[in-house]
């Protein structure tokens, strides 16, 4: 489809085209070690036999080859890029043999000056949720909507492929001032039948943003987006929480092939003033609506204000502090009142760069591939560093820590005595340390080394929810433009 449309948009400059064809080719080991422990249970529903274990063990040591084809024509009025890099993985500890997938597609027309029109399509096939540590081909695609969702890692090593289908139109009526319409369409699913797998769905978004400039002192930026997901009917059950055996009440109901499927809703509403140099002070307003379509989970609503001041002190430190109320309300329960806030200061050099920040918000996520679904109220710190120590060699490095409450109605079809009226309110606790540290060295002009160590480590109440995940990844890769027209 991305090929016919290509042959639309493109002929009416061929003769003007700068064509390059860019291969590569890359070798990897990728170490994986996951300890999981199951978090305590009431005496009353002790864990099954089978998971009884005190930690569980998920191994994995691979060798991969990877080659990279990167074909990208240009002229004055349009773009068209292919990318593609398969790759083969050897199983040492299992003795067996995947196939991975990254392919990448897209075609950029500008009609004119003010109007243009974009459409991609990402497809990936993998084992790891977080891509971007294997220079994913599509860690350039993400578009300024960044609606596509990360996978959790909660459930470790996971086959599945995902196809992310993305089309918009720009036009700029003015300086600073544009409308932008479009849409995306994701599709997960596993890749093979396992015990701990990922939910297939289908996500479609529509969005709208409006940026207006009023004049050097004033402007608004709006953004609309409308989420539909739809899953494949499974069983609705509660996750087990440590101490807590009220929200392990079930339902008499049949709930096989009951539907997951949901509606999102989204809106933000921000007004930017610049009348002092260097300082931009902004309100904003931001709505989420989340409706599930059976009763057995309940909607709720985010309703969040905040008044934020960004100072530039220097071209290389900036700082930004806000704060504002925070409204939510799950439907059949009371209304919780609260307040959401971020600082961050990023300071730049020559060489390095260094960015901290803290932000506390509610949010709702439904599109993580795990059976978790509703509203959370979050704290997120991050620190994030980066250093060229020469021309060749570089490191960067993250440390995140996220502290989240999630608030969600559910039941199970573990017990026959209730109804569905009897359903109670779930929540629970979470807390996640996330470390990268990545070090780069670029030799002989068209070779690169990489050495990338990721640790997460997830305190949670839910049962088997708890765990450390360490990875190292060694990558030798070589990339040259070989061919140019």
């Keep these: 489809m991305l090929g016919a449309l290509a042959l639309i948009v493109l002929p009416t400059s061929l003769f003007a085209r700068v064509n ?43 060798i991969a080859v990877r080659p990279l084809l990167d074909f990208i024509s240009d002229s004055q009025e349009n773009h ?79 086959r599945y492929w995902r196809n992310t289908l993305m089309a918009g139109s720009t036009y700029r009526y003015a300086e600073e001032s544009m409308i932008n319409i479009g849409g995306d369409f994701i599709v997960l699913r596993n890749d093979e039948t396992e015990t701990d797998t990922y939910e297939d769905y289908d996500r479609y978004a529509f969005h709208l943003n409006n940026d207006h400039r009023f004049n050097d002192t004033w402007k608004t930026i709006s953004k609309l987006s409308l989420v539909r997901g739809e899953y494949e009917p499974s069983d609705l059950a509660a996750p087990a929480v440590e101490g807590d055996t009220t929200n392990l009440e079930t339902t008499s109901a049949d709930t096989n092939n009951l539907s997951n499927d949901l509606s999102e809703y989204h809106l933000q509403a921000t007004i930017e003033n610049n009348a002092f140099t260097h300082n931009t002070l902004s309100l904003s307003y931001n709505y989420s609506g989340v409706h599930y379509d059976e009763g057995l989970i309940e909607s709720g609503e985010i309703h969040q204000s905040r008044l934020s001041w960004k100072r530039d002190f220097s071209q290389r430190l900036n700082t930004t502090l806000g704060a504002g109320p925070s409204y939510e309300k799950t439907a059949g329960y009371d209304a919780n009142w609260g307040g959401n806030g971020i600082a961050e200061a990023t300071y730049l050099t020559q060489h390095s760069s260094f960015t901290f920040g803290v932000e506390k918000r509610y949010d709702v996520d439904n599109f993580s591939g795990t059976d978790e679904r509703g509203i959370i109220n979050y704290w997120d710190t991050h620190l994030r560093l980066s250093y060229q120590f020469s021309e060749h060699v570089g490191i960067n490095g993250r440390l995140a820590y996220r502290d989240e409450d999630r608030t969600g109605s559910a039941v199970s079809a573990a017990d026959d005595a209730l109804t569905a009226d009897d359903s109670t309110l779930l929540t629970y606790h979470k807390e996640k340390i996330t470390t990268d540290l990545g070090l780069r060295y670029d030799f002989l002009q068209y070779y690169s080394a990489g050495l990338n160590y990721t640790f997460t480590s997830q305190d949670s109440e839910r049962i088997d929810d708890t765990y450390d995940d360490h990875r190292l990844l060694f990558t030798l890769s070589w990339r040259q433009e070989w061919l140019r027209w």
Excluded: C
């Design 80 to 158: 068209f890029e292919l990318r593609a890099a398969p790759s083969i993985k050897y199983d040492m500890l299992g003795s067996q043999t995947d196939w991975d997938n990254d392919l990448f597609v897209s075609a950029i027309h500008s009609f004119n000056k003010s109007w243009q029109l974009n459409i991609s399509n990402a497809y990936l096939r993998s084992d790891y949720q977080n891509t971007q540590l294997e220079e994913s081909v599509n860690a350039d695609t993400q578009n300024d909507q960044d609606t596509t969702p990360e996978l959790s890692t909660d459930l470790g090593r996971v």
């Design 20 to 62: 390059t064809m860019t291969t590569g080719l890359s070798t990897s080991y990728d170490l994986y070690d996951r300890r999981a422990e199951p978090a305590a249970t009431d005496p009353a529903r002790p864990l099954p036999a089978e998971n009884a274990d005190d930690t569980d063990e998920d191994d994995y040591s691979r």
